[in-house]
């Protein structure tokens, strides 16, 4: 990836991140040595990582998610990831393990304290929350953080590592036996032992029954709403690492608060997170891996991975549909999420949010033009304390390019002004009151002169957003005659590249 190399060189000149980028060589020793080159998305597909673009617990809403382990031979150890909607701070994370074929299934649903996550699952999880509601955790948020700030937000989903070999220790214990996995504890806290950065124990994993990952996961998502009869669903938004032998790094954390594998002097070298970089926040073995841990043979630093991954899903617009049919008592939310953003700036809540250093960037996270993808020119802070990113337009048109309006009005309407406000940003459409989806944390309205049509959002810069328009709409007489009168509706945006 020549132009990741000359980015670098150019972000080391013009500054702006915490000290020089840092390589980090993972010993692969035993292992099969990966050669995978590059990151391309693969929306709907499979990959070695997968981005569920927004979860929310709000307004009875529940998340409910499905990973499939579509390798047949081997299993695999993920990462699974929840990041809050504000400024993609970590509020719950832990590890997973599936036997080769197997399909993982959770949810997130909402108490008076906020989000928790639950699973009846059979496959492995360290530590073990098979069962369990697991609260949300807010220690990392803004002080004062109310519930909400825990009840929507995105899921990053990491293969770290793959498990072969049917005699092998870890194999064993999470393979599926009558359709319960064994889960043999001494096993699974075994990788508790595990450096990916000493050799050493990376030959020990691979004598367990480790592997360095390949990938082949899909995921799909929906939001129940079981008051109001409504479902909403899509796909997880996928990352392959492709060329070569189509393998990423072995890259399997101990799953503990501890920094044996995540010492300081080390940090650098893992992320390209500027708050875990610059010890704003403390960072500790079950930080990594995250999406900007080096994880193929071309990026040898967190901000070369992590621009190559915010290049793969960066697109310079969205365009999608909207329907607000009074008739049908129609209304509109999009979804607009940008799951690297973190690698290019995050939040110092210790600072006050007029102040100046309360953004604290990477400069080092490049988009395609070999320039940093945020920076203070195009982000500012809300009253909220949200990050909010610019954008330079865009343009409603309703379903028949013109619309009449005290007198004859040529369409589109044509404004400017609206920006992106949080990590995951609502833009719901003429309504303010509580939306399609209950959005509180990053939500925009939008005036549209339209009851139909469709629109185009623009940035002058590239940006990795992905998301969805989620339509409800209802019956009037569907309850009246015994049967569910609302329905949703999801469409994955349309990206211009």
């Known amino acids: 990836m020549k132009k990741n190399v000359l980015a670098l060189s150019i972000a080391a000149m013009i500054g702006g991140f915490a000290g020089a980028a840092s390589a980090q060589t993972f010993p692969n020793t035993t292992m099969t040595a990966p050669t995978a080159t590059d990151l391309v998305q693969s929306e709907g597909g499979a990959g070695h990582i997968l981005v569920v673009p927004y979860f929310t617990s709000q307004n009875d809403n529940m998340s409910v998610f499905h990973v499939v382990n579509t390798d047949t031979v081997n299993g695999k150890a993920l990462k699974v990831r929840f990041r809050g909607a504000a400024n993609s701070d970590d509020i719950l994370d832990f590890t997973v393990f599936l036997s080769p074929g197997d399909v993982w299934t959770g949810s997130v649903q909402g108490n008076e304290q906020g989000s928790y996550f639950l699973t009846n699952d059979k496959s492995c999880t360290l530590p073990d929350i098979r069962g369990q509601q697991v609260q949300f955790v807010t220690d990392r948020l803004m002080p004062n953080a109310t519930a909400a700030q825990t009840k929507e937000g995105y899921i ?3 293969n770290m590592a793959d498990i072969t070999g049917a005699s092998t220790d870890v194999y064993k214990a999470t393979k599926h036996v009558n359709g319960v996995a064994p889960c043999t504890s001494s096993v699974l806290d075994a990788t508790l032992n595990i450096n990916p950065l000493d050799a050493a124990s990376v030959t020990a994993a ?32 996928a990352i392959a690492a492709t060329g070569g032998n189509g393998r990423g790094n072995f890259v399997l954390f101990p799953q503990d608060g501890l920094n044996t594998a ?3 002097a080390n940090v650098a070298s893992l992320t390209a997170d500027p708050l875990l970089q610059q010890n704003i926040v403390k960072a500790v073995n079950f930080d990594f891996p995250d999406l900007s841990t080096p994880y193929l043979a071309a990026t040898a630093t967190p ?7 915010t290049q793969a899903v960066a697109n310079t617009g969205v365009s999608n549909q909207f329907a607000l ?3 049908i008592n129609a209304k509109t939310d999009w979804v607009l999420s940008m799951p690297t953003r973190r690698y290019s700036v995050g939040a110092d809540y210790t600072k006050d ?10 400069a080092g996270v490049l988009g395609a033009n070999s320039q940093p993808v945020f920076t203070s020119t195009n982000t500012y802070v809300a009253a909220s304390g949200l990050i909010c990113a610019t954008t330079s337009s865009y343009t409603f048109w309703d379903r028949e390019e013109q619309s009449k309006k005290n007198g004859a009005v040529i369409s589109p309407s044509n404004l400017k002004g609206l920006d992106f406000c949080g990590e995951v940003n609502v833009l719901s459409f003429n309504d303010t009151g509580t ?13 549209v002169d339209y009851q139909n049509g469709w629109g185009a959002i623009s940035y002058a810069n590239a940006l990795p957003v992905v998301g969805s328009s989620f339509i409800k709409l209802s019956n009037s007489g569907g309850l009246s005659n015994g049967f569910s009168g609302t329905y949703g509706i999801t469409w994955p945006h349309r990206f211009a590249k």
Do not use: C, H, M
């Open 156 to 158: 990053e989903i990491l």
């Open 206 to 237: 691979k004598t367990s029954g480790f592997e360095t990952p390949s990938g082949k996961l899909t995921a799909d998502w929906y939001i129940l709403n079981v008051n109001q009869t409504t479902t909403f669903s899509g796909a997880a938004t």
């Open 262 to 264: 995540a010492s300081a």
């Open 303 to 309: 901000e070369a991975q992590a621009s190559a991954l």
């Open 325 to 327: 049919d009074t008739g």
């Open 353 to 362: 949010v007029t102040a100046s250093d309360y953004r604290v960037f990477n």
């Open 435 to 447: 939306s399609v989806l209950g959005a509180t944390v990053g939500r925009t309205n939008v005036q």
